[in-house]
Structures are given as C-alpha cells and as structure tokens.
C-alpha cells in the first residue's frame, strides 16, 4: 500500500538530528512515497527546494508566505518568490491564507495584503494553492475573510485537476463545502483524530473520501495516541486508517483515492 504527504515541515529543527533517516529509511518503510514540503518565508524557500535536490523521488516543494510571516515579507522577497514558484521543484504556492490567532505577531490588515499579493502570483505562475486558515475560538471570520479574498482576487489555477487545497482542515461542513464548491480538496491530518472533533469527522464524512488528501503537517500535529510527541509522515497510515474506519471503508482504497487526489492536485506523474 501506498501513502503520501501532502503537507511536511521536514525542514524543521525538530529533526536536524535524524532527518535522513527519517526520509530515506522511516518514511519510505511505512508505505509514503512522497512528501510535500511547504517553504513558509523567504528563509525556508531555498532549503526547501535544496531538500528536493538530495531528495528528488521522494520529496516536493510548495513556497509561499504563511500568514504568521506575513510581517516579514518585503519588495525584494516578493521578486524572489515570483522566480522561485516556476521552478519545476515547486509544485504550488503555499503555504498561504489568514491566521487570525497570531495577530501579535502580524496584524489583520498586513495579513489581507499579503494573502492578496499570494494570490496575484499564483494567478500569474497558475498554480493551484495551498491554504491555511486558522480562527480564533468559535469565530469563523477567518474563513469568511478568506474565501472573501478567493472569489475576488483569484482566478483558480488551471494547470491541475483541482486548484488547491484547505489544508489541516479543521472546521464545520458549511466551511468544507465552500471550498469543495471552488473545487478545493480537504487537506485532513491529525486533528481528524482527536477525540473532541467529532464536527471535523462529521464534515469529512459528508464531503466524502473522494475529496480528501493526507497530510502530517509534521513536526505538529501527532495522532491521537502519540499527542505531543514529534510528528512525521511515517504516521500517515495510522490516519489513513483512522479515516478509514470513521468512513467504514477498506484502507487500500482510502490510500489509494488519496494517492490519485494529491498527484491530481500538485501535478505529479
Ligand atoms: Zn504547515
């Protein structure tokens, strides 16, 4: 059986001790044929392309500024950027969108700039994107802001089968189906598997398999029954399978409808 990882932070310090032997030996024994690593600022963008350099069958790159360094872009890195997203190493533009729980690192406004300047250069390179939407508590603005800013300032990529994913999905049905309705898919990790969530489950189940991908978000986000330890795509099947019972559907299948969803997205042969 095969599995992939839609969404990696392989990169991270968390696994400067053992991070070949995590990609070359742990990773690929557990079934996970790729990894999808995610550039969030300008200081992650090159290395995660130089990860696919000494990685190249098992790992991709999606570059973007992620809403919590939104702070930091400026001119310069936004030309970069604009050069970096047709490399042939990079597969999308991510991660970006709105995180309205770290204002005290970057402000709303700064935040909805730079989402919309994201969105110009992936309607200029036509890739599909990668979207972080994070609320704060029971508010949902950051949702309705966000798909405010698609339908106004994006074009949809139409290079691949679908124009992006709602990644580390954590919200209701209304939301899912918003992004279903752009013709998104749902990035779903760990968080489908805390107890507590049974709305997130509630929500998969009514989009159906047919419109999930997997992914770690690694080093965050463990499994229910290794919360709190370090997280990394040899986890992906013990989602999968997690998913799987929740949708009473064989694992094989799951694995192999999200293996087809995520090449769909990203473009990958
Ligand atoms: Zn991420």
């Known amino acids: 059986m095969q599995f992939i990882d839609s969404h990696t932070h392989l990169n991270d310090p968390a696994f400067d001790l053992d991070r070949d032997e ?4 742990k990773v690929p024994q557990a079934g996970v044929i790729l990894n999808v690593e995610i550039g969030c600022s ?3 963008w090159k290395p995660a392309l130089e990860l696919v350099d000494k990685y190249p069958s098992s790992v991709r790159a999606v570059l973007g ?8 872009i400026n001119a310069d890195s936004l030309k970069q950027l604009n ?12 991660e970006i969108g709105l995180d309205y729980t770290c204002f005290e690192w970057t402000s709303k406004e700064k935040q909805l700039e730079t989402f919309s300047q994201m969105l110009t250069l992936a309607n200029k390179t036509n890739k599909p994107i990668v979207l972080h939407v ?3 508590g029971e508010d949902y603005a950051a949702y309705e802001d966000c798909f405010h800013a698609l339908k106004h300032n994006w074009n949809g990529a139409s290079s691949t089968r679908y124009p992006g994913v709602l990644h580390c999905f954590c919200a209701r049905y209304e939301e899912a189906k918003r992004a279903l309705d752009m013709g998104m898919l749902l990035g779903i990790n760990g968080c489908f598997t805390y107890k ?4 997130i489950r509630e929500a998969v189940k009514k989009a159906g398999a047919d419109k999930i991908i997997l992914e770690t978000d690694c080093p965050y986000l463990s499994p229910q029954g290794k919360r709190g330890q370090r997280n990394d795509p040899s986890n992906i099947p013990a989602i999968a399978q997690f998913i799987a019972d ?4 064989p694992l094989a299948q799951l694995a192999e409808i999200t293996v087809r969803n995520t090449k769909a997205l990203y473009g990958l042969k």
């Not at 500024?65 to 930091?72: D, I, L, Q, R």
């Not at 050069?83 to 991510?94: E, I, K, M, Q, Y």
């Open 83 to 94: 050069t970096l997203l047709s490399d042939p190493r990079n597969v999308a533009v991510g």
């Open 65 to 72: 500024v992620h809403p919590e360094y939104a702070c930091k």
């Open 196 to 199: 507590k969530n049974e709305y």
């Open 22 to 25: 995590i990609i070359s030996r």
């Open 134 to 136: 994070r609320r704060e």
């Open 42 to 44: 300008a200081e992650e």
């Open 246 to 249: 929740y949708l009473n559907m």
